[in-house]
C-alpha cells in the first residue's frame, strides 16, 4: 500500500471552483479507481483555502493509474 499526505492552499478568488474539482476528483478516484482504497480531503476549518488530502493506494500501479485517469487531468 502507498500512502500520500498532500497540503495544499487555494487562491481564495478560485475557492468555489476548486471545492467542486477536487469533489469530483475525489469521488471518481474512489468509484473509478478499482486500486484507490482511501481518498479523503478535508479543509482547515480556520484557514479555509488550506487543504489536507489523504490518499491510500494498492500500489504504485493504482497510484500511477490515478495520475493518469482523466478525472484527475482535468482537476490538475
Given at each position: 500500500m502507498?500512502?500520500?499526505?498532500?497540503?495544499?492552499?487555494?487562491?481564495?478568488?478560485?475557492?468555489?471552483?476548486?471545492?467542486a474539482?477536487?469533489?469530483?476528483?475525489?469521488?471518481r478516484?474512489?468509484?473509478?479507481?478499482?486500486?484507490?482504497?482511501?481518498?479523503?480531503?478535508?479543509?482547515?476549518?480556520?484557514?479555509?483555502?488550506?487543504?489536507?488530502?489523504?490518499?491510500?493506494?494498492?500500489?504504485?500501479?493504482?497510484?500511477?493509474?490515478?495520475?493518469?485517469?482523466?478525472?484527475?487531468?482535468?482537476?490538475?
Open positions: 502507498i500512502a500520500l499526505i498532500l497540503t495544499l492552499d487555494a487562491h481564495a478568488e478560485q475557492l468555489d471552483a476548486f471545492l474539482a477536487i469533489e469530483e476528483n475525489a469521488q478516484s474512489f468509484t473509478d479507481e478499482p486500486g484507490c482504497r482511501y481518498f479523503d480531503v478535508t479543509q482547515d476549518a480556520a484557514q479555509p483555502t488550506h487543504f489536507i488530502f489523504y490518499e491510500v493506494y494498492g500500489d504504485e500501479a493504482a497510484l500511477e493509474a490515478h495520475r493518469a485517469a482523466p478525472h484527475f487531468a482535468a482537476w490538475r
